[in-house]
């Protein structure tokens, strides 16, 4: 039996988050149990005008700085755990980005786009009386505006809003109309180094695919993008390692044979 059971797992939540079920203790017994060779505690510090009534963000910065390095010490036989932090809206507060990232000394990244300027979180949204295309036409620029601004490792669950339009409101979307606006956001990520993730929470939830689905990640590859990182987005122990490896064989599928692990905000390459 191979001494780690699941190769990563680069994007998860504990009670640090204000939507996180389980606490960073058990999160990361539960991940050396599982036999995670890299795993990433990425909490949310959502910026800008809609963040959670229940986040504080002082208490999710300082306690993740605090208990991260004491759980690495612990578990450094069973897991590589990594501090990372999913970045919501950078641009909406750029000067309280650019501060936080400064201060703290992360290994990874995540740069989220979970609401679109002047409206809530999509999950909040109201989507009966809504001009669909057009409200996903903003957040596609906001994206390329997140791309081209690029103070993170990389791009979260292109396509979250999917999530709500598809999987809850059962409303199809036709995403080949943005075709020229997400090549534009891929070519700015490339140009700037950064990646992508595949965000495999999408396949235990309505929509039944990972943020973004294989065709994005296919185009990203065939534009040149080398950055990719999986991840379940597990907002609890349950969820730890689900999809991974239907990540990986999407990530294959698209021409990956490696996927980035960030130490200090530097990738390294381990293949698949
Ligand atoms: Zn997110
Ligand atoms: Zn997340």
């Known amino acids: 039996m191979p001494r780690f059971m699941i ?3 680069f994007h998860t939540h504990c009670t ?3 939507d996180g079920k389980s606490s960073a203790e058990d999160m990361a017994k539960r991940a050396a149990e599982l036999g995670i060779e890299h795993y990433a505690l990425t909490d949310h510090v959502d910026l800008g005008d809609f963040p959670d009534k229940d986040f504080d963000l002082e208490a999710t910065v300082n306690g993740a700085r605090e208990i991260i390095p004491a759980l690495q010490k612990e578990y450094a036989e069973s897991t590589e755990l990594l501090y990372g932090v999913e970045l919501g809206q950078g641009v909406h507060d750029k000067a309280l980005a650019e501060k936080l990232l400064a201060a703290n000394d992360y290994d990874f990244v995540i740069g989220s786009t979970h609401n679109i300027r002047d409206h809530e979180d999509f999950y909040f949204l109201d989507y009966k009386d809504t001009d669909v295309p057009e409200l996903l036409r903003l957040y596609f620029d906001e994206l390329l505006e997140t791309a081209e601004w690029g103070r993170f490792d990389v791009m979260g669950h292109i396509t979250y809003p999917l999530r709500y339009i598809t999987g809850d409101h059962g409303i199809d979307v036709d995403l080949s109309q943005f075709d020229s606006v997400i090549d534009e956001i891929l070519r700015t990520l490339i140009k700037n180094g950064r990646g992508i993730e595949i965000n495999t929470s999408g396949l235990r939830q309505k929509y039944g695919r990972t943020f973004p689905d294989a065709d994005v990640v296919r185009r990203y590859r065939e534009l040149g993008g080398e950055i990719l990182t999986i991840g379940s987005d597990a907002h609890c ?3 730890l390692g689900k999809g991974i490896e239907v990540g990986i064989k999407a990530a294959k599928e698209a021409g990956f044979d490696r996927i980035a692990v ?9 293949r698949i």
């Open 7 to 9: 190769p990563f797992d």
């Open 16 to 18: 640090l988050s204000f």
């Open 237 to 239: 122990t349950d969820d």
């Open 262 to 270: 960030f130490r200090k905000r530097v990738p390294e390459f381990v």
